[in-house]
């Protein structure tokens, strides 16, 4: 298993600019999440998923958009990219019986 | 709602010495906790968890920690430090209602070993 799989790894954007991160899960885990790490900030969640068709805002989703439309995959929008979204994000995914949130390895985006 | 609080953003200690990484919660239900391990640009890796089992819990690396509801405390401890310890440490709390997935961090510990 691959496990969370997340591209690019790292992005570079201007202003206005809009994109799409991608994750991919070969769990075929029913839960994914999306949450940036910003210094001092810890990680904070952005939108998450409970099965493929529902998706739920978070604690910091303004910005963002996410659609879930199979159960591997859990792409993350950015509609206008801006420099306060210059962040680490990550992707974790969970099975319904499982306890545990399994990360991907990031994406870092800079936005200028 | 939940919260974490961690105690310390950073820690330093020497190798061979105690290593002691606060955190408590705050959780309007039984919470289950998490310690997360961040090495530098990787992603994070679980230490150990609390689920409402025993409440020492023991995880990878020789870490352990205990859940101490009276205290709201889930402190994170090593014996004996090594170099390869040397990473940001995440703990996190998610009250696991039923269709919630919100898993919530502290802002982390970053812990230097001293030679």
């Known amino acids: 298993n691959a496990g969370v799989t997340q591209t690019p790894k790292f992005q570079v954007l201007k202003t206005g600019q809009s994109m799409t991160l991608q994750c991919a899960q070969d769990?075929?885990?029913?839960?994914m999440s999306w949450y940036r790490q910003d210094p001092g900030m810890g990680l904070r969640l952005i939108h998450y998923?409970?099965?493929?068709?529902?998706?739920d805002q978070g604690e910091v989703p303004n910005g963002y958009n996410v659609s879930r439309s199979t159960t591997e995959d859990f792409p993350l929008r950015l509609l206008s990219a801006a420099p306060s979204q210059t962040s680490v994000y990550f992707c974790?995914?969970?099975?319904?019986?499982?306890?545990?949130?399994?990360f991907g390895p990031g994406t870092r985006l800079t936005v200028t | 709602a939940q919260s974490v609080t961690q105690l310390g953003s950073h820690v330093s200690v020497s190798e061979g010495a105690l290593v002691l990484l606060r955190c408590n919660y705050s959780?309007?239900?039984?919470?289950?906790l998490f310690w997360y391990v961040q090495y530098p640009n990787q992603g994070l890796q679980l230490l150990l968890k609390?689920?409402?089992?025993?409440?020492l819990v023991k995880g990878i690396n020789g870490f352990e920690a205990e859940f101490k509801k009276s205290e709201t405390s889930f402190h994170l401890t090593k014996p004996s430090a090594h170099m390869s310890d040397a990473a940001e440490y995440f703990c996190?709390?998610?009250?696991?209602?039923?269709?919630?997935?919100?898993?919530?961090f502290g802002t982390g510990t970053r812990l230097t070993i001293i030679p």
């Open positions: 974790a995914s969970r099975g319904v019986s499982g306890d545990e949130q399994y």
């Open positions: 769990m075929n885990h029913e839960y």
């Open positions: 998923s409970v099965g493929a068709g529902i998706t």
């Open positions: 959780s309007s239900v039984p919470p289950y």
């Open positions: 609390y689920t409402s089992a025993a409440t």
């Open positions: 996190a709390v998610s009250d696991r209602n039923f269709g919630n997935e919100k898993l919530t």
